[in-house]
């Protein structure tokens, strides 16, 4: 009887040990299983944070290099102003008054010449300015010294068009009105396509005239030249009737 009895307790501590064993099994499993999110959502956070800072790390390098970029142009424009100061100064000591007013005015009449071959949607305002200075120097309104110095920031305006490109949206007078947008390229051509969907060349030789393209394979490169200059897209390699940028 004394051995039977044992041997049911034996069988329930068994039974009970085997149990507890089980429960540690699945609660061991269910804590791994709790670290392994755990630390998958902990990467996940680290790649993330790495994300930001890698976008934080980008905007900052193009606002270095941007303040980089202004500092040198204020820089050049600090040494264009002293060298005009220099030629002033100079040009003054070589020449008399007299002498100085007759060579400007004649020096505006032959750079206002030079004007009527500049591209027509930037030229008209140069020419605007020149007029202003012309009228302001014979009113006396500013003296030989300003006048020379405002005519050379015309001419440096007019060479830093004459040397890029840009997208316009503007009327131009051909055989009538039209209304284009238009890439201008350099000082005397540019690409265009009117209100009416002509696409064409304006360019300079002996005079301005417009080359209407009526090939779709001409009309399909000028599109994209104006779109992608639309977009602010302005480098690349673009294929054009008659020259290749």
């Known amino acids: 009887m004394k051995s039977i009895i044992l041997s049911i307790l034996l069988v329930q501590v068994t039974q009970v040990a085997a149990s507890t064993l089980q429960d540690e099994v699945l609660a061991t499993s269910k804590l791994r299983q709790d670290v392994e999110l755990l630390s998958l959502e902990v990467e996940n956070l680290k790649k993330s944070q790495q994300s930001e800072m890698d976008v934080y790390i980008q905007r900052d390098q193009e606002v270095s290099a941007q303040i980089l970029k202004e500092k040198f142009r204020g820089d050049q424009l600090k040494t264009q102003i002293r060298l005009s100061q220099e030629k002033l100064k100079h040009h003054a000591k070589n020449l008399n008054t007299k002498g100085n007013e007759v060579w400007l005015k004649n020096f505006w009449k032959k750079y206002e010449e030079s004007l009527t071959q500049a591209h027509p949607l930037y030229a008209p305002k140069l020419q605007e300015k020149i007029q202003k200075l012309k009228l302001d120097f014979e009113q ?11 005519t050379w920031f015309v001419m440096e305006r007019d060479l830093a068009k004459s040397q ?11 055989e009538k009105l039209y209304h284009v947008e238009m890439v201008r390229l350099g000082r005397n051509q540019g690409y265009f396509r009117t209100a ?39 480098t690349g390699l673009y294929q054009l009737p008659g020259i290749q940028l």
Do not use: C, R, V
């Not at 006396?140 to 405002?150: G, R, V």
């Open 196 to 234: 009416e969907g002509q696409y064409g060349k304006l360019f300079y030789t002996n005079k301005w005239e417009m080359n209407f393209f009526e090939d779709t394979s001409s009309q399909k490169m000028i599109e994209n030249l104006l779109t992608q200059f639309k977009q602010q897209q302005k």
């Open 140 to 150: 006396k309104k500013i003296s030989y010294e300003h006048a020379l110095l405002q």
């Open 164 to 174: 890029d490109a840009e997208f316009l949206l503007s009327p131009l007078q051909g």
